[in-house]
């Protein structure tokens, strides 16, 4: 595990706070969450599925990837399931696995460094890591030594953060409460 990924395995009330709890399979180490989806109508909900997001920092690289490709099952209700795998490189595309030609849904894998320009599929995610990041180097009073950028319009943004185009309104106040002092 690289050092400065280290940082997220100790940070468990940022994740807590952002809906993320601790996660271990396969040989991988990170995070997870569910998302619920529900499709209401006039008489109510008619539909509900789930989306699973895995954030992984401890892995071994290309064969985790194999393995996860190989032995990964779909869930009931769970129509996609995205990790993303923290590393040295960042992937200029995602590899996406169906099970049973999508109808029980599908996995998404994705390789990140930190710092590049995410996926559009895992900004969200990589927003998340970054600001864990962010929030692990300010309690240890160290820093990312990664780069905030402008976003179009002249207001500050975090590269690849899926707000970063709605000049500067967060759509998740509660993770910029970390960053007053």
């Known amino acids: 595990m690289e050092e400065r990924y280290e940082k997220l395995s100790r940070i468990d ?12 399979g396969l040989g991988l180490t990170g995070v997870y969450r569910r998302v619920t ?10 539909a509900r599925y789930y989306a699973d997001d895995y954030i992984i920092w401890e892995h071994e690289g290309e064969r985790s990837v194999e393995r996860i490709l190989r032995e990964w ?4 209700e769970v129509m996609a399931h995205r990790v993303l795998l ?23 894998i994705y390789s990140l460094r930190l710092g590049d320009y995410p996926h559009k599929r895992f ?12 929030f692990a180097s300010k309690i240890s009073g160290g820093g990312t030594g990664l780069e905030v950028v402008p ?5 500050a943004g975090v590269k690849g953060h899926p707000d970063s185009r709605t000049k500067g ?13």
């Open 169 to 181: 309104t967060p759509i998740f106040p509660q993770v910029y409460a970390f960053n007053r002092d």
């Open 37 to 46: 989806f529900r499709k209401g109508a006039l008489l109510g909900e008619v």
């Open 86 to 108: 923290l590393g040295d490189e960042t992937w200029p595309k995602h590899l996406q696995k169906s099970f049973r030609w999508g109808f029980r849904g599908w996995l998404e």
């Open 151 to 155: 976003a179009p319009g002249g207001e």
């Open 13 to 24: 009330d940022y994740w807590a706070e952002v809906g993320f709890e601790p996660w271990r």
């Open 73 to 76: 099952k779909g869930l009931p």
């Open 123 to 134: 900004a969200d995610l990589a927003y998340w890591t970054l600001m864990g990041l962010d």
